[in-house]
């Protein structure tokens, strides 16, 4: 009897704990959604980053750079709407993070490891950067880590680069460094590039995005081997946002993406060399302002976005009305005689003349394109085709087709145009012979003067970074530019 009765109050207690179990695991999951869950009711994906060309800044046209873009694409794919918040510093940066209520994730150009690595948990790796040491072109060049004693060192504060840096002073004692939490990198290049410190660390990507705007900064030498750049997410057992994350980032490096933006971003990097680099910022400042209403006015009426029209102008002729080829082909756009007249431009020399009639001639050219092609490389087509002819063009797409790449995109197309200057592959194509590795010089330059006016003409810019490293540009600044249609960009 006793026994029976035992048994039973057992029974019943195992019963009673099992639904007690039951309960509270059914409410906490009722109460507590994964992030991942979160961040689909809200609707909204909450990214955490740094105001810099390399990462995240704002023009006219919005929110660009290549962080941005990655983001957006991400939350894209999760049906999303995407917010940004900035941070000051890295620290900042990685404080916000941790914070309860604190943004989804930091995109922001980190480099995974030291101290960090146990306040986080870093995605799959996008980018692979190598560590640089700068120094100032004149100076005597540092080669390796003993010269980088008794030489005035900042880098940022809570980097990467500073951990480097501490490591590196175990060995040789006398190096001394500054970390800086005030500074985004751009100001530490430009300290460099006026001689205000010796030498910082900067991430390959960032350096080559930024070498135009600071022509005497040059490379000492690489800091140890390249790694890959990496998102952050709150440290948490909960995995189902990162899984995305991660998913999002191989697929993005197989079907292109990456190397889309790569390309966009740092791809033309070395294009202009730093004489180019620098002759570009003089001619902004002394050139550009007296051509500046032209293309402004060309591009309103054309809805298209003046700065391209700038960029090409400067590519054809750098700004010089009276430019002649050997060719024949004249002016500031560097017009055919065949194109001026189908375009009603009666004195190609004639500045004002030149860029309406090449405004009008590229907008033509574009508007010629199958519809198959897709901006932004719509626009990149445009552009070659202005420059080669779209005959051409279409043999370049034509051979792309047959080497199974995609005809409608640029970085494929761009590859197939040098071959129509070797025989072997222009006697099979319908137009024949044509430099066609020129035209991707051509568009290349063009993307790179384009982006530097872009980013020369958003709102921070004025008076702002560029006009204290020297490259001030009274014309651009002064006067407000229009919106501009997005698919001009990436
Ligand atoms: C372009 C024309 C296209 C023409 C192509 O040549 O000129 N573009 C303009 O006039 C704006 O119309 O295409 S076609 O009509 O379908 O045949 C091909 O002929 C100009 C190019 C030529 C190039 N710059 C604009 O990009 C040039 O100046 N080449 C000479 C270089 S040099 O003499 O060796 O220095």
Same mark, same amino acid.
Not at 86 to 115: F, K, V
Not at 232 to 255: G, T, W
Not at 339 to 354: C, F, I, Y
């Given at each position: 009897?006793?026994?029976?009765?035992? %048994?039973?109050?057992?029974?019943?207690?195992?019963?009673?704990?099992?639904?007690?179990?039951?309960?509270?695991?059914?409410?906490?999951?009722?109460?507590?959604?994964?992030?991942?869950?979160?961040?689909?009711?809200?609707?909204?994906?909450?990214?955490?980053?740094?105001?810099?060309?390399?990462?995240?800044? =704002?023009?006219?046209?919005? @929110?660009?750079?290549?962080?941005?873009?990655?983001?957006?694409?991400?939350?894209?794919?999760?049906?999303?709407?995407?917010?940004?918040?900035?941070?000051?510093?890295?620290?900042?940066?990685?404080?916000?993070?941790?914070?309860?209520?604190?943004?989804?994730?930091?995109?922001?150009?980190?480099?995974?490891?030291?101290?960090?690595?146990?306040?986080?948990?870093?995605?799959?790796?996008?980018?692979?950067?190598?560590?640089?040491?700068?120094?100032?072109?004149?100076?005597?060049?540092?080669?390796?880590?003993?010269?980088?004693? !008794?030489?005035?060192?900042?880098? #940022?504060?809570?980097?990467?680069?500073?951990?480097?840096?501490?490591?590196?002073?175990?060995?040789?004692?006398?190096?001394?460094?500054?970390?800086?939490?005030?500074?985004?990198?751009? @100001?530490?290049?430009?300290?460099?590039?006026?001689?205000?410190?010796?030498?910082?660390?900067?991430?390959?990507?960032?350096?080559?995005?930024?070498?135009?705007?600071?022509?005497?900064?040059?490379?000492?030498?690489? #800091?140890?081997?390249?790694?890959?750049?990496?998102?952050?997410?709150?440290?948490?057992? !909960?995995?189902?946002?990162?899984?995305?994350?991660?998913?999002?980032?191989?697929?993005?490096?197989?079907?292109?993406?990456?190397?889309?933006?790569?390309?966009?971003?740092?791809?033309?990097?070395?294009?202009?060399?730093?004489?180019?680099?620098?002759?570009?910022? =003089?001619?902004?400042?002394?050139?550009?302002?007296?051509?500046?209403?032209?293309?402004?006015?060309?591009?309103?009426?054309?809805?298209?976005?003046?700065?391209?029209?700038?960029?090409?102008?400067?590519?054809?002729?750098?700004?010089?009305?009276?430019?002649?080829?050997?060719?024949?082909?004249?002016?500031?756009?560097?017009?055919?005689?065949?194109?001026?007249?189908?375009?009603?431009?009666?004195?190609?020399?004639?500045?004002?003349? %030149?860029?309406?009639?090449?405004?009008?001639?590229?907008?033509?050219?574009?508007?010629? *394109?199958?519809?198959?092609?897709?901006?932004?490389?719509?626009?990149?087509?445009?552009?070659?085709?202005?420059?080669?002819?779209?005959?051409?063009?279409?043999?370049?797409?034509?051979?792309?087709?047959?080497?199974? *790449?995609?005809?409608?995109?640029?970085?494929?197309?761009?590859?197939?145009?040098?071959?129509?200057?070797?025989?072997?592959?222009?006697?099979?194509?319908?137009?024949?012979?044509?430099?066609?590795?020129?035209?991707?010089?051509?568009?290349?330059?063009?993307?790179?003067?384009?982006?530097?006016?872009?980013?020369?003409?958003?709102?921070?810019?004025?008076?702002? =970074?560029?006009?204290?490293?020297?490259?001030?540009?009274?014309?651009?600044?002064?006067?407000?530019?229009?919106?501009?249609?997005? @698919?001009?960009?990436?």
């Amino acid at each position: 009897m006793l026994a029976l009765t035992v %048994s039973r109050v057992r029974r019943t207690a195992w019963f009673l704990a099992a639904c007690i179990f039951l309960l509270i695991s059914g409410c906490t999951e009722a109460k507590v959604p994964t992030a991942l869950e979160r961040v689909q009711k809200d609707g909204v994906l909450r990214v955490i980053t740094r105001n810099s060309p390399a990462t995240y800044f =704002q023009d006219r046209n919005g @929110d660009t750079g290549f962080e941005y873009e990655l983001a957006k694409r991400f939350a894209d794919s999760l049906g999303v709407k995407l917010e940004i918040e900035t941070a000051d510093n890295l620290d900042d940066l990685y404080g916000q993070l941790g914070r309860e209520g604190g943004p989804n994730l930091a995109a922001a150009g980190l480099t995974p490891g030291g101290d960090r690595s146990s306040q986080v948990r870093y995605s799959h790796s996008y980018l692979d950067v190598t560590p640089q040491v700068v120094f100032r072109n004149g100076e005597q060049r540092p080669t390796r880590p003993e010269d980088l004693e !008794d030489k005035r060192i900042v880098v #940022l504060k809570g980097s990467s680069h500073a951990a480097q840096l501490a490591e590196l002073k175990k060995q040789f004692p006398r190096i001394t460094y500054r970390e800086s939490d005030a500074d985004e990198m751009v @100001d530490l290049l430009r300290m460099v590039d006026v001689g205000e410190i010796d030498v910082t660390l900067v991430d390959s990507n960032e350096l080559a995005m930024n070498q135009v705007y600071f022509p005497n900064v040059r490379v000492a030498f690489d #800091l140890g081997d390249s790694r890959g750049l990496a998102w952050a997410l709150p440290a948490s057992d !909960d995995n189902s946002l990162l899984e995305k994350v991660n998913a999002f980032l191989d697929k993005a490096k197989q079907d292109g993406l990456l190397q889309r933006l790569k390309d966009r971003y740092y791809g033309h990097v070395d294009v202009l060399g730093y004489v180019g680099a620098y002759t570009f910022a =003089q001619h902004l400042q002394q050139r550009l302002p007296k051509y500046e209403q032209h293309f402004r006015q060309s591009g309103q009426k054309l809805e298209a976005d003046w700065r391209l029209l700038a960029a090409i102008g400067y590519q054809e002729s750098m700004w010089q009305p009276d430019a002649t080829s050997k060719t024949g082909v004249r002016g500031l756009m560097m017009l055919t005689n065949r194109t001026a007249q189908a375009m009603g431009v009666a004195n190609r020399l004639d500045a004002k003349q %030149s860029i309406q009639g090449g405004s009008k001639y590229y907008i033509q050219v574009k508007d010629e *394109l199958p519809e198959s092609i897709q901006d932004p490389d719509r626009t990149w087509f445009a552009l070659a085709a202005y420059n080669i002819g779209g005959a051409h063009l279409d043999d370049a797409r034509k051979l792309a087709e047959q080497e199974g *790449l995609n005809p409608n995109k640029w970085l494929d197309v761009k590859k197939m145009l040098p071959r129509l200057a070797q025989k072997q592959w222009y006697r099979k194509t319908r137009y024949g012979y044509a430099r066609g590795g020129e035209t991707v010089h051509f568009v290349q330059n063009i993307r790179r003067y384009y982006d530097i006016l872009t980013w020369v003409t958003q709102p921070q810019m004025e008076g702002g =970074q560029l006009a204290e490293s020297g490259l001030h540009l009274p014309g651009v600044n002064k006067t407000k530019p229009q919106d501009t249609p997005s @698919d001009e960009k990436l």
